[in-house]
């Protein structure tokens, strides 16, 4: 799998939009970019993926960039439930062979009220 | 409905014990997992059942064993337990090998 880079941690004010950045420039062309996050104390939940085209659910937006070299994740109305550590995670989706999920060290937000 | 659920939430046991974890989901899932979370956060991938077979196994002690009776369980026994076994193990589930992993609340294992 792709190595991805994130910052450590970032700060968003409550109510606002939370723009979390990926960096994975050694994506090949049949890896998808996914994010999960891990609330305190909790199982890390799934929260949305995409190939290359701009992806939304009732979570959040995944935008990647037309090279597909970097993504950003967009919780657009930050609560302080979103308090969490953001893994992004490339991965292939082979029908045959398994892709493992590894996760990094992930970007720990901090929703402030 | 719990989705993926683990039993026992906490487990606190001595050194040398053998204990077991149980996973269950009710998704209608293929594939389960276990995963790893040791006290740097780190979330590592241990093992991963498709259809009961196993198809993934990382770099485990043998004391650690998984078994899966059905596409819906998959319990995790760990032998003479350590105390670097102590840890937050995880299970999941995923429609197929490759899609996207569903969380259980995961157990924290103490071994003193």
């Known amino acids: 799998d792709a190595k991805t880079t994130q910052p450590t941690s970032m700060d968003c004010a409550e109510g606002r939009a939370a723009n979390l950045p990926c960096n994975h420039s050694?994506?090949?062309?049949?890896?998808?970019v996914y994010w999960y996050r891990q609330i305190h104390s909790q199982g890390p939940q799934y929260i949305i993926h995409?190939?290359?085209n701009n992806e939304t659910n009732e979570m959040a937006s995944l935008i990647i960039t037309e090279d597909r070299k970097s993504s950003t994740l967009i919780l657009p109305h930050a609560t302080l439930r979103d308090t969490a550590v953001y893994y992004c995670i490339v991965r292939a989706l082979n029908s045959g062979g398994y892709q493992k999920v590894t996760f990094g060290t992930g970007t720990k937000l901090q929703v402030i009220p | 409905d719990t989705a993926v659920s683990q039993t026992p939430k906490y487990l606190v046991t001595q050194m040398g014990n053998d204990k077991s974890i149980k996973c269950e989901q009710n998704l209608g899932h293929d594939t389960m997992y276990w995963y790893k979370q040791d006290s740097k956060k780190f979330l590592k991938i241990m093992f991963s059942?498709?259809?009961?077979?196993?198809?993934i196994n990382e770099t485990v002690p043998n004391r650690f064993s998984p078994k899966s009776p059905d596409k819906a369980h998959l319990n995790l026994h760990i032998n003479s337990l350590e105390l670097g076994d102590s840890a937050v193990y995880f299970c999941?589930?995923?429609?197929?090998?490759?899609?996207?992993?569903?969380f259980g609340p995961g157990t924290r294992l103490t071994v003193t």
């Open positions: 050694t994506i090949s062309g049949n890896e998808y």
């Open positions: 995409g190939l290359k």
């Open positions: 059942y498709n259809n009961k077979e196993l198809i």
């Open positions: 999941a589930s995923s429609r197929d090998r490759n899609y996207e992993q569903y």
